[in-house]
Structure formats: C-alpha cells, structure tokens
C-alpha cells in the first residue's frame, strides 16, 4: 500500500466518508424505529442470517454480528421506501378517478352545485403534488433501489465471507443522467462493512456439512422461499385486479346497453346514474390499469418463480459437494446470479416513475 503525507491524507478522506455514509443507516434507524422495535428487528435478523446453532461457532458468530445490523438497517430504508413509492402511486391514480367522477356528479346529478368544482380542483392539485414529489425525491432511484442493492449485497457477503470468500466491492449501480454517482455512497458504505471485522483473515474451523448447510438451507432455502412466496403473492394481485377490471368493464357495457335502449325518461334518477356509470367507471378502469402496468405484477410474478427453480437447481448440486473448493464455486455461482437478478430488476423497476396519465 503507498504510504506518505498525500496518501495518509486521501486515506483519512476515505474513512471519514464511510464513517458518513455508514452514519446515515444509524440516523435512519435512530429516528425510525422505537428501541424496542429495532431490538426485535435486528433479533429477526440475526436469525435469518443464521440460526443459533450456527452461531455457536465464534467466526460465524462474529461475521452475522458484523453484518447483520447493517444489514437491518438497509433493508428497513427499501421497505420503508418501496411502501411509499406503492401507496403514493396509489393515491395518484385513485386521485385523478376521483377527479373525473366528482367532475361528472356536478355536470349530471348536480348542475347548480358549483362548489364541487373545488374538490375536482383539490384532487388535480395533489396529483400534481405526488408527481412533484416523487420527482424531487428520486424515491426509486435514491433510496428504494439503492437500500434494496446494499441490503442484499450486505445478506450475500454474510455468506461468502463464511466459506472464506472476499466479496467484491468494486460494482457500480449507477445513478441517474443528472448525477452518475449518486449512488457512489452504497460501494462505500458496503466497503465499510467489510472493514469493520478481520473475518476475512481467520481460518475456517467449520467442517464441511455446517458450512454446506448453512449456505443451503438458510441462503439459497431463504431465497427460494422469498421468491416462491413473492411470486404467489403478485400473481394474486395480477388476478385480482384483473377481475376488478373485467367486473368494471361488464358493469359499464351493461349500463351503456340500458342507455341506448331509453328504458328510462330522460332526466329521471335512473337514467342520471346510467350517464354516471358510462364516464365514472372508465375514469376506474383507468386507475386500475395504470396499477397493474407500474407494478407488472404478472411478469415480475413469472421472474420469481424462474428464480426459485433456478435456485433449487444449485441446492441439489449443493448436496453433492465433497470439498470446500466445491462449496465455494458454488457460492460464487449463487452470489453472481443473486447479484445479476438484483441489479436487472432493480433497473428495471427504477426506470418507472409516476406520471399524470390522461
């Protein structure tokens, strides 16, 4: 390493930028999570890195409590973020249908009830607010993506580092066109991770079979069973909604019929709330589809499932390992796909970001 004025210097620089980006988590944390929950959240944590029994072994133990309370840290910033990237497009879409209907109810039901046009102002004002400020915060790009990558690079080195490989802290996810190295801070503070402990340096005392399972049944068997579970789940919600929009479509084709077949007088309530349905429900099914294209439920649903078969594929091979140098060829293996997977969905999903659709 170059030692001397100028790289002791660049070198101190470096420290206390990690020491700043790591402080972020903590700050988060701080400010979050009541002690008690976050006692409780890093217990879990603890526990999925590796059960008890696992951690009887002291270099184990000692890389989860490395790891692990980053790690909590991150991947409660993603949720927190990804929770307010859903509901925000949520409110967004409900908005902008709601603006519709109420503007319907004041030129149909209500003619002289100028007042509603307050509320359809009101509901246009915040979907232009949502959409300002999702913008403004870059919540896809600055936080959800980037907490979600550090998380799950942080879970990945928990593993590597127990079969005594070095993670590779040298990965770029980029940023956005107005600043590349936005996310410059997660390589840092994932750096600074690995810094915080000698794991890396001590001899593995794990036979074989402990090594072996704890990457099989608590790394990729974890993996597996988020991806199977998370498929299931966007499948469900693909077919729900799909249901509301076929439910939405039937009823808006039956009040159109009823319409054009004047089974009504003109001007009577019945045949208001005929001319309620025919721009009410579109201004719904509008909503509902501009749901399913931002979430994609059905074709993350398949992307997760694929993972799960693949990652079952390496737990077999898993169990036909002889010898450490296996193991962690397999580890590798695990941790590229991993790694791949996270960076092209989430790349994916940070390219979407809330617009005002028509």
Known sequence: MDEGAPYDEAAAAARKRITGDLARLDEFNRKSYPPADWARSAAQTV???????????????????????????????AMT????????????????????????????????????????????????????????????????????????????????????ISPETGFDIGGTTEDPAQ????????????????????????????LSSLIRSHWIGGQVGYFERTSRNLLSKHRAVRRLLYTVLGITIAAA???????????????????????????????????????????????YARMAAVLRRYMDRLEDTRDIAGLRRLTTDVNDLLTAETSGWLVEVSARSLEIHG
């Open 81 to 164: 973020a990804q929770r307010a990237f859903r509901w925000s497009s949520y409110f967004l879409f409900a908005s902008t249908a709601l603006a519709t209907i109420v503007a319907a109810i004041e030129a149909v039901v209500f003619p002289h009830l100028w007042e509603l046009t307050i509320g359809e102002l009101a509901l246009l004002a915040a979907s232009v607010a949502i959409v300002a400020a999702e913008q403004a915060w870059r919540n896809n790009n600055k936080h959800w993506f980037a907490y979600r990558f550090l998380a799950e690079r942080l879970r990945s080195a928990c593993y590597l580092l127990a079969v005594g």
């Open 257 to 303: 019929v009823l319409h054009s077949l004047r089974i009504w007088p003109l001007g009577s309530g019945e045949t208001q709330a005929l001319v309620m349905c025919a721009i009410g429900l579109p201004a719904v099914a509008g909503a509902l589809s501009n749901v399913r294209s931002i979430r994609e439920f059905s074709r993350h649903a398949f992307r």
């Open 183 to 210: 996310n410059g801070w997660v390589r840092r503070a994932f750096t600074g991770v690995l810094g915080e402990g000698d794991s890396r340096q001590q001899d593995i005392a794990e036979d074989l079979e402990t």
């Open 47 to 77: 526990d999925l890195l590796a059960p008890v029994q696992y951690r009887q072994w002291q270099r184990i133990d000692r890389i989860i409590q490395q790891i692990a309370p980053h790690l909590n840290r991150a991947d409660q910033m």
